[in-house]
């Protein structure tokens, strides 16, 4: 009697677990997009990855007027690909390899905060990047 009641409680436990992960898997990811989310949609589209978030050249497409003075810079273009496995921190989808990237914020740039805005000088032109961010 005591083993059939073990196994009852086992075959519920493992009902119940079996149930969170189907439910958990149809839940959609909810987040900021990412390199692949924006390139499917966009196949052309100009982007740097910068702590995890994903900035989008809006340069194109934008009316706006708006004048970025480029303050500290982040670092350099570690490499250009469209793969969105492994795109790293730094990686662009057309910016050549060690184009300077610099924060707009005036009160600098520190690893694991990003700005919202980010600009790299091509040609002498300031070109601003906008984060993608969800909500």
């Known amino acids: ?15 119940v677990i079996l149930m969170i992960v189907i439910f958990m898997s149809n839940i959609e990811n909810i987040g900021n997009p990412k390199v692949k989310d924006v390139l499917e949609n966009n196949p052309d589209a100009d982007l740097i990855q910068l702590d995890g978030l994903i900035y989008l050249n809006l340069t194109l497409d934008s009316k706006d007027e708006q004048v970025y003075e480029k303050q500290e810079q982040i670092g350099e273009i570690k490499k250009k690909t469209h793969k969105t496995w492994w795109f790293g921190n730094l ?14 914020d005036r009160n600098g740039y520190s690893k694991g905060d990003a700005p919202f805005v ?3 000088e091509l040609n002498k032109e300031i070109v601003a990047y906008h984060a993608l961010i969800e909500g």
């Open 118 to 120: 980010i600009v790299v």
């Open 91 to 104: 990686y662009a989808t057309k910016l050549p390899k060690g184009t300077k990237v610099y924060t707009t």
């Open 1 to 15: 009697m005591k083993v059939l009641k073990k196994m009852f409680i086992f075959i519920g436990l493992f009902l």
